[in-house]
């Protein structure tokens, strides 16, 4: 059992309140921390703001150097950060271990673009003057990190704030603070100077301060809609910097000529890999009725088939729900659909028996003939819940799909390449699959349109919302 401190500037600091973390898949404890209040954040601000100077007076280099031995550090303890993020989120073991093998990736990108990028050098009308676009840091980054990928999202957060020469405060989950807990450390192992990031998991009461904090120049957070409202709100006094990655509602829809065996495997992965909980995780299934019956039948069979389990026993494919709350919800929107008219095909309870009866184990549900109305199509579930929705033509799948308050991604298969290229960019998403069902790639933008957020991560536009431009404008004595 892992028992963490709170890491300020470096330095571990401990609180008068010592939290648990329970095991979703057992219920037992699964580490303990030291939870942070106010004081810690302005004490981790003021620590920033004496370091952050120095830090962005370093060249590029020697900053690309301390990030690349993090990235190495991080994969060398890849296992054992595995092991205490599945114990503490949920998620199956090799999830783990993906997720944090990507966080290492992160931090190895843009250690890389930060010895690439090249002077923005802009034209000018007159031959004896020059202009020049410089990229400076922000100052100090606030960072609010979910429960569902604690390591991933710290990782992209953090890795480019700090590419760009900030200082960095960083939120992570109550739920699930340990595993990134050790990254932070390993940060500091591979050189980062003393005062330059601060980790303190807390509550709402740290989460505020953070944004409502004068001596903080951004917040970063990857959050539910109507937190990312709250931080707007308090944000707005100080006119921070904000990158918010918000909920989502994201439809998939499936074209008359699409292959239904790899469609539909394509889907299950999509609604139920890590319980549901992702902000991209498929929530609507739009069909083309002339194949939504084998399509479901498809689907169905296929959840049949799916292995749920305690995260850590080999072969499992998927956990339990890391909080109790997801399985409210989840039920909640159920009994919605249900009550609307839809038809439960598969799962709808939580499941039993004494591999599950400890544990947040909810069953695998797909219900067919979603009413447009209900909460499943048009609220975030975050559980394991999918709909289907049947339409009779593509005219109609695209206005059901854009048919959302959100727009964070969107999924489109079918057998014409050209025309299912053609639909997804007449859809109102951040991020538009075609024939695959995940959209992050390293070296593209990452973020939603309409309720799904603002700012985007990764790729350079995750470096350039980590930075503020200042225009330089030379008159020379000569051309």
């Known amino acids: 059992m892992i028992t963490r401190s709170l890491n300020i500037g470096g330095l571990p600091a401990e609180s ?21 209040s106010s004081k810690h954040v302005d004490q981790a601000v003021s620590t920033a703001q004496l370091h952050q100077p120095q830090w962005q007076a370093t060249t590029p280099a020697e900053r690309a150097k301390i990030l690349l031995r993090a990235a190495e550090l991080i994969e060398a303890n890849c296992s054992s950060m595995a092991e205490t993020l599945t114990l503490e989120q ?3 073991f090799p999830d783990s271990k993906k997720e944090i093998n990507f966080g290492a990736e992160v931090f190895r990108y843009y250690a890389n673009m ?40 710290w990782c992209w957060k953090v890795a480019p704030a700090l590419a760009a020469g900030n200082a960095v405060i960083v939120k992570p989950p109550i739920e699930a603070p340990l595993a990134s807990g050790v990254i932070a450390d390993l940060l500091y192992e591979a050189g980062l100077p ?12 740290v989460g505020e301060r953070l944004v409502e904090h004068p001596g903080i120049n951004a917040i970063t957070a990857t959050c539910s809609t109507n937190t990312g409202r709250q931080i707007m709100e308090k944000a707005a006094p100080s006119l921070k910097r904000l990158v918010l990655e918000l909920g989502g509602n994201c439809p998939f829809i499936v074209l008359e000529d699409a292959d239904i065996e790899a469609t539909a495997r394509a889907a299950m992965r999509r609604s139920f890999s890590n319980a549901g909980q992702i902000c991209i995780a498929v929530n609507r299934i739009i069909v083309h009725d002339s194949i939504a019956d084998q399509f479901v039948d498809a689907l169905v069979e296929l959840v049949k088939s799916m292995k749920v389990g305690n995260g850590m ?22 009994s919605d659909a249900i009550n609307r008219g839809g038809k439960l095909r598969i799962g709808g309870s939580r499941l039993t028996g004494a591999d599950f009866d400890r544990g947040n184990f909810f069953a695998s ?25 049947r339409v009779s033509n593509t005219d109609d799948a695209i206005r059901v799909a854009n ?42 933008p990452f973020g939603g349109w309409k309720m799904s957020g603002m700012g985007r991560e990764l790729g350079r536009e995750g470096f350039f919302e980590m930075t503020q431009s200042q225009h330089i404008r030379v008159k020379h004595s000569q051309k």
């Open 365 to 389: 549900t797909v219900i067919d003939n979603v009413d447009i109305r209900s909460l499943l199509a048009t609220e975030e579930t975050f559980g394991p819940v999918v709909g289907v929705l």
């Open 194 to 205: 003393l005062g330059l990031l601060s980790d303190i998991p807390g509550g709402r009461e």
């Open 90 to 92: 949920g998620k199956p």
């Open 114 to 153: 930060i010895t690439n990028l090249s002077p923005d050098v802009r034209r000018t009308s007159d031959p004896t003057i020059s202009s020049t676009v410089n990229h400076l840091p922000l100052g100090v980054i606030g960072a609010i990190v979910p429960w569902n990928y604690p390591v991933d999202l």
């Open 403 to 444: 048919d959302s308050q959100y727009g964070l991604a969107a999924y489109v298969f079918g057998g014409d390449e050209d025309h299912a290229i053609g639909v997804g960019q007449r859809l109102q998403s951040g991020a538009v699959g075609i024939n695959v069902n995940d959209v992050t790639e390293l070296d593209a």
């Open 16 to 36: 008068d309140h010592l939290a648990k973390v329970n095991n979703p898949a057992t219920g037992e404890v699964a580490g303990t921390f030291f939870s942070a």
């Open 313 to 334: 026993i080999p072969g499992i494919e998927y956990g339990p729900t890391t909080t109790e709350g997801v399985i409210l919800k989840s039920q909640e929107h159920i």
